[in-house]
């Protein structure tokens, strides 16, 4: 009787594929899907200023959407000076 070894230790086999990715190891129910709501705001500030705005949010106990309206109507008043 002989033993394929290569089999035993070959774990390609075992990968589960997306079925919208084929590249992807994740099963496609795992994976967050793209946005299809047309309000969202699309835009990177950096690594550095998102940690430091997600911790400034928490620490005041606000949501960063709530946050950032907040602060573009601080923005805004002090701009034009009205709403």
Request: aromatic share 8%; net charge positive.
């Amino acid at each position: 009787m002989s033993l394929n070894l290569g089999r035993l230790f070959d774990t390609h086999h075992l990968r589960h594929r997306s079925t919208t990715n084929p590249r992807s190891p994740m099963p496609s129910a795992k994976r967050p899907t793209a946005v299809k709501n047309k309000d969202h705001l699309n835009f990177k500030p950096g690594a550095e200023f998102k940690r430091e705005y997600q911790m400034f949010a928490a620490a005041h106990g606000m949501l960063m959407v709530e946050m950032l309206k907040e602060s573009f109507d601080l923005l805004k008043q002090a701009k034009i000076g009205g709403k």
